[in-house]
């Protein structure tokens, strides 16, 4: 066994923190993995892992050998496709992290067409609406909707996310259908409060090519998409929310669009890794099949 190759046994312990999940991910036995983890901190008379009946852990030192390694493997990875320009022989494991709802709606469906181009690569899908950190949660890139506030975040940016404004036809038979934001003092609204810091978000649009935002009064205020859309379907208010979020229920008559001409700025959507890593010919490639899918499924439901 090579050195190369001890190196990516080791990355995958670490990432699975257990022996025995790293070595059925690598197709190995498990002495195999214990003993290549094992001849490492020999070479280098360092202890890089702490073992327990219950999980395995880095060391300070084991730490900072996994994120060398991460660059290493990265480079190597670069080397080995430096000719290649059809994406051909992309392989290896990828940790992907995006927002629940696109997660489950647009990426999960559309990951067959990607993984049958590229047999060798594999996906960790995290889907959450929790803003994951990189580094602790070992995750190679994000996806990320909204200003990008991390100065250690760097990537590529997607598209924009359009928004529209929808309430049940119950709610607006009750209250009636706001024309313009001056009807909106006499409307309830749903309260999105952010998963991450708990900031409730104002109801937003556009004029004169300003943002215009306001605070209005709401009886429910929820942290997920998925309470916010059915709170909407429940009657209990107007939110807001990307297009291709509602776009089944507004086809339906569950929902109707209400102000067209007075939605909020489209968010942008980027997707992200740290400033610190390369952008490896894997990570390269996956953002090229993610951007295609985004631009399909998403961008032009904002249009429809």
């Not at 929820?222 to 107007?238: K, P, R, W």
Request: glycine share 8%; aromatic share 4%; hydrophobic share 45%.
């Amino acid at each position: 066994m090579d050195r190369i190759e001890r190196f990516r046994i080791f990355a995958r312990v670490v990432e699975c923190a257990s022996f025995t999940r790293a070595a059925a991910t690598l197709g190995l036995p498990r002495s195999s993995v214990s003993a290549a983890v094992a001849d490492l901190e020999a070479g280098l008379g360092a202890r890089l892992l702490n073992r327990t009946t219950r999980k395995v852990s880095t060391t300070q030192e084991g730490e900072a050998f996994y994120e060398r390694c991460l660059r290493l493997l990265a480079d190597v990875e670069e080397v080995e496709n430096l000719f290649r320009h059809d994406g051909a022989g992309v392989a290896g494991r990828l940790r992907v992290d995006v927002p629940g709802r696109i997660g489950r709606l647009v990426i999960a469906p559309a990951l067959p067409e990607l993984l049958a181009r590229h047999p060798a690569l594999d996906v960790d899908l995290g889907v959450t609406d929790r803003a994951v950190n990189l580094v602790e949660d070992r995750v190679d890139c994000v996806l990320r909707v909204g200003p990008i506030e991390d100065s250690s975040l760097v990537g590529r940016r997607l598209g924009e996310l359009g928004l529209v404004n929808v309430a049940s036809p119950a709610y607006l038979a009750q209250r009636g259908v706001p024309r313009s934001p001056d009807d909106l003092s006499g409307h309830l609204a749903v309260n999105y409060a952010s998963p991450s810091s708990g900031r409730v978000e104002d109801f937003e649009w556009v004029e004169g090519g300003e943002r215009r935002a306001l605070a209005m009064r709401a009886r429910v205020t929820v942290n997920s998409a998925e309470a916010y859309i059915a709170c909407a379907l429940a009657g209990l208010g107007l939110i807001q929310i990307p297009a291709y979020d509602v776009r089944g229920h507004i086809a339906s008559g569950e929902l109707r669009e209400v102000m067209p001409d007075h939605r909020a700025a489209p968010l942008p959507m980027s997707l992200l890794r740290l400033r610190s890593r390369r952008f490896s010919r894997r990570l390269e490639v996956f953002a090229d099949w993610l951007e295609a899918v985004v631009r399909r499924d998403l961008t032009s439901s904002a249009h429809a």
